[in-house]
Structure formats: C-alpha cells, structure tokens
C-alpha cells in the first residue's frame, strides 16, 4: 500500500491560473518535501516542512507556496503559474531532516499552456 | 553551480553486462552518498548508499565504489537485467546524512535483452 500519495497525477493549467497540488503520507514521518523534476536538473528541493503549520523554503521556492494544515498532508500552490513551471513534481517524507531516507510519492505531471 | 555531476545521461548494456553509472561532487564535506532508482511513472526509491569513511558497498548486484581523494563515485549494475531499465539518481549530503540531500541529473539507463 502506498505510504506516499500525491493528487492529481497530472493536469493541464493556463497562464495565471492558481495550481495546487497535494500530497498524503502514512508514514507517520514529520518531515515532507516538495520537489520539482526536470530534465537535466535532477530533483530541486521547493519547500520542506517539519511540523504541521510550518513550512520552509527550499532551494527555488520563487513563486510556489505550501501549506501543511497536518502532520499527514502538505500541499504546494502555485497562485500565478507561469510557462516555466511546467514540471513533474515529487512530494517525500521522511522521519528526519536530511538525507536519511526519503520516501517519494508517484509525482504529479505539471503542464502550464 | 551543480554540487553533484552524473555522467553518462543515457547508457545501454546489452542483458548480462556489467552497466557502470558515474558521479562526482564538488564539496568536500558531504560524506553520505545515496543512489536513488527511479522507474518511469514513479517516484525515486532508495537502493544503495555509502558513507566516506568506505570505499566499497555491495548489495546484490549493485555495487558502489568511492574515492574520496578524488570525490568521486560509481554505481556498478552487475548482470544487468531488463528489469533494472530506470533512471539512477547520484545525490549527496553532508555530516553523515543530516544535511539536505543534492540531487545529481540522473543516468537513463536501459538493459537490452
């Protein structure tokens, strides 16, 4: 059973338009992470958040925010998308800061037009 | 700037061979080096890590060599098999894993049968 859900698994937004995308853990693990996924970069660390009503930013967190309203789910929103956000997006978890494992959800598929 | 280089982007080994996926790093403090798999649709996994106080680590068919002098790192696929066709993430952290973890771009790789 998955421990690491994400939703949708893909969509399609417009310019401007307000995105959110959420994620599920059953791990019962404190930290969660948002990734961005593209070719030639890897994985790039968005926001993080280590207990439920705060979040921090990451590495390229320009024009994203996240939200982690419980210990269970975190979401990233992204209010005025934009062409260049077009990316799979991967949320983990993981039971502490770092680079101890991290568990990945099956990523969502992000595409702006 | 990347911190964490893989190379080749795409290598293909025919069933049977031994596929080598290489890595190097530019700060000298990361000490704790995972190799994430990742097959298409789905998240990366954890499958094989090492420490730099070791220089070798075997699992399986999966093999990590490191040199620290010249921080650098390979992931040996022995008897590669179809199954193993995924794309092998190289990433790095420091003070034994309670850093962020740094992603490398990842190695397409795809075994012939």
């Known amino acids: 059973e998955a421990a690491v859900t994400q939703s949708p698994r893909s969509k399609v937004a417009v310019t401007g338009g307000k995105v959110t995308l959420s994620c599920h853990q059953t791990?019962?693990?404190?930290?969660m992470y948002w990734y961005r996924q593209d070719t030639g970069h890897g994985l790039r660390l968005i926001h993080y958040s280590y207990v439920a009503d705060s979040t921090e930013k990451g590495d390229i967190p320009d024009g994203y925010k996240a939200s982690r309203p419980s210990q269970e789910n975190f979401s990233l929103i992204l209010e005025l998308a934009s062409l260049s956000q077009t990316a799979v997006y991967f949320c983990?978890?993981?039971?502490?800061?770092?680079?101890?494992?991290?568990?990945f959800g099956p990523g969502t598929r992000l595409t702006v037009l | 700037q990347q911190q964490v280089r893989q190379s080749p982007q795409s290598l293909t080994v025919w069933e049977g061979e031994t596929a080598i996926l290489n890595c190097s790093y530019e700060n000298s403090a990361f000490d704790y080096f995972p190799w994430y798999q990742q097959f298409p649709g789905e998240g990366p996994a954890l499958l094989i890590s090492i420490l730099s106080v070791s220089d070798k680590k075997e699992d399986g068919r999966f093999t990590i060599f490191f040199n620290k002098r010249e921080k650098k790192l390979s992931l040996h696929i022995a008897d590669s098999q179809p199954g193993d066709s995924a794309t092998y993430f190289c990433a790095a952290s420091g003070s034994s894993g309670s850093w962020q973890l740094i992603f490398g771009s990842g190695t397409q790789l795809t075994v012939m049968p």
């Open positions: 791990n019962n693990h404190d930290y």
């Open positions: 983990a978890s993981s039971d502490s800061w770092g680079a101890y494992e991290q568990y």
